[in-house]
């Protein structure tokens, strides 16, 4: 028996969009406020295993999540990862990053450079959301 996925067994955080092919949530990450994964909605592993429609879809959709995090919360950088090490399911994480987070200038995965975490201001989430679906509202639907 396979092991389990957890992104095909769970949202894998908080929905913020979605469509047929890909969802972008929110990580329940309280030092990186906006913290946002774009997760394939069906079991992939590598990026090359999608055919070019859906990949270059699913690259619109990580870069419409950069574009709204820098529209709503004006981060000093925008990291862009691919791992899945330890998920192998397709997915994109999208960090918003500041000067005074606990690891810049190091990636969030190594060691923390200082104690306290990024602070943005009030309402973020909100602005987030709208960022999110006003981008890829613009990008048309999704091709069958």
Not at 22 to 39: K, S
Request: with cysteine; charged share 20%.
């Amino acid at each position: 028996m396979a092991n389990p996925c957890d992104l095909c067994e769970t949202d894998g955080g908080k929905v913020l969009w979605g469509d047929g092919l890909c969802r972008v949530v929110l990580v329940a990450e309280p030092d990186y406020p906006g913290f946002c994964r774009v997760i394939l909605n069906r079991h992939v592993r590598e990026m090359t295993d999608l055919p070019p429609a859906e990949r270059a879809r699913l690259m619109e959709t990580v870069f419409a999540v950069e574009q709204a995090l820098r529209a709503a919360l004006a981060p000093d950088k925008v990291n862009l990862a691919s791992l899945g090490n330890l998920t192998p399911h397709l997915h994109w994480h999208v960090i918003p990053r500041y000067i005074h987070d606990r690891h810049f200038p190091n990636p969030v995965w190594g060691t923390p450079q200082r104690a306290a975490g990024a602070a943005v201001a009030e309402g973020w989430e909100e602005r987030l959301v709208t960022h999110i679906t006003q981008s890829l509202a613009r990008r048309g639907p999704a091709s069958p």
